[in-house]
Every structure is written in structure tokens, then in C-alpha cells.
């Protein structure tokens, strides 16, 4: 089933509800109201330092330097729906969305520029990566498959493979090497930093949202339903992760600790401290999706998604 490609959702087949989305125009400038930032529907989210920069609902950039507490709009032009972000460093940064849209950073989120842009493109870009200094990589649907070799600054496209599934993510692994997981199982591998592309057999024939490197180097990729799976032969077998919930899985990250996050429908959050061998639900307090975890304050997670930001409480390591 081709995924649901409207400005009314994630671009993964999760359809929000028209409450996540912001209801009045952000502030230019200063501190958004509490009440505006719970409407606003954000779809990726990184962690630079002290610095949170989340990206989604309107083509809207904002900035948190307190962990998420308060939030303020960043300096961007107009844009459409922006689905994914990445920084190559404190500095450098990258926004994707719908039109094919890229947008920079050089001054770690502060300002952004366009870089590129098509709205006559039949869908939205839905990751973007760096993998290395000057390379970056963004993908997404109808297979999309763009590349910078200056940083972002400038992008040529090119296809990789000959059917058009929807790449939802691209995933960095050591030594130049690259996966991208994307719709109908699709698994792609890269050992040239992207230069050839090989498919992979896939553990099912559902879509894959994401994918995590865990600290041992294995590969842990999520999906629909619930369905996680993990690798530790760089995607060549894969071995079923028991998860007792079947909500879609849109979003991880990998703790400074090395554990293990995963967000998604109907509030899921899950946490593995052994490398994605297991997993334990976290409680959120809520049953909107979240769709990125990232590092919070103390023994604490930041879920964003289709309400806001909220923490929730890790349990202590056993």
C-alpha cells in the first residue's frame, strides 16, 4: 500500500489528528506560548549540544536551548512541511520536506536558507543525512534519491534502483558505509558511500520507518506494526525483536549510554539497554504519536511528535 503523502500526514501512512496542527501563525521572534507549542505537530527533532532544533507542522523551525521547556522559531523561509533534519556538526545542519525541499544552516539553526526545491516533484524528501564532511545524502519517496558533495549547498539527483518504493530513511553505518530502509521490506546497502547500491533480502514484507546503530554495531530497524528486527551481519540476516505492542514505530536514538529508544503510534516509546536484544515499554502519558526521542534532563527522555514535546522517566539501569 502506497504511503499516505498529504500535508495532513507523516509521510509513512500515521495519520495525525487536525488537532496537532498549529492552529495560529508562530511568532516571529521571541518565546512561543506553551498553548501554541502543544498544537504544533513536529516530525524530526536533534539534539546539538544544549540546543534542540525541531522541524514539522508549516515548514516550521524552533529552537529550544533548555531542554524543550521553551521554545522559539528559528530565522527560515517559507517552506512546506518539513519531515527530517541533521546536523553535520554544532554548526552545520539540513532540513527535508515536502516539494523536495532543502534548507540549510551554517550558524547551528539559528538562520536557514533554501537550497533546493521542486515543487513539480510527485513527493516528499522524508530523511536526510550527512556522511561525512562534505557529502550528504537526502531520500524519499517514489524512490528520490538526492546527493551533495558540498556540504549542501548545491544537489544533483539520481536513481538507485529500477522501481519506485519510498525511501523513508537513511542510516550512516562506519567506514562509509550506508543503508536505506524504505517501503514493501525494502532494505538497500552501500559500502562505497553511496556510490553503488545492493538490495538486501528483507526479514518482511512491511514498511520499515527507521533504523539504529546500536553501540555493538548492530543495526536495529523498526516499522509498521510494531516489528522491529535486528542485524548484526550488516543486514545480510536479521533476527525478530519480541515486542508485545503492535503500534507502528516512526522515530529512535541512541542515549549517550548506548541505550536504545524507539517512538511511535498511540504514545509507544520502548527502551533496550542490551543493544536492541529486548525491549521494555516506557510510560508517556499519552496516546498521540510520538514520532523522535531525544536525550532529556537527568534519568529522562524528550518525546516529540503529534502534541509537543514531553518528558518521560527512563527506569534506572537494573
Known sequence: MRKALGAAALGCGIFFSAGAFAAEILPDAGTIPAAMVQRLLVLDARRIGNRVVAVGDHGYIVLSDDGGRSWRRAKAPAAPLLTAVDFRDGKVGLAVGHDTTIL???????????????????????????????????VGSYGAYYESTDAGKTWASRKITADDKHFNAIVPLPEGRLMIF????????????????????????????????????????????????????SGKGWQAVENASNASLLGSERLPDGSLVLAGAAGTALVSRDNGVSFQPIETHTTRTLVKPLPGTGSTILLLGEAGPREAALAPRR
Open 182 to 233: 524504505g517501503e514493501a521490506g525494502t532494505i538497500l546497502a552501500s559500502a562505497d558511500s553511496g556510490k553503488t547500491w545492493t538490495a538486501l533480502a528483507s526479514p518482511y514484507q512491511g514498511s520499515f520507518f527507521g533504523a539504529q546503530v546500536a553501540s555493538d554495531g548492530a543495526i536495529v530497524a523498526y516499522g509498521m506494526r510494531g516489528h522491529i528486527f535486528r542485524s548484526r551481519d
Open 104 to 138: 540549510g544552516t551554517d550558524d547551528g539553526g539559528e538562520t536557514w536558507t533554501q537550497r533546493f526545491s521542486d515543487p513539480k516533484a510527485q513527493g516528499p524528501l522524508l530523511d536526510v543525512a550527512f556522511v561525512g564532511k562534505d557529502l550528504a545524502v537526502a
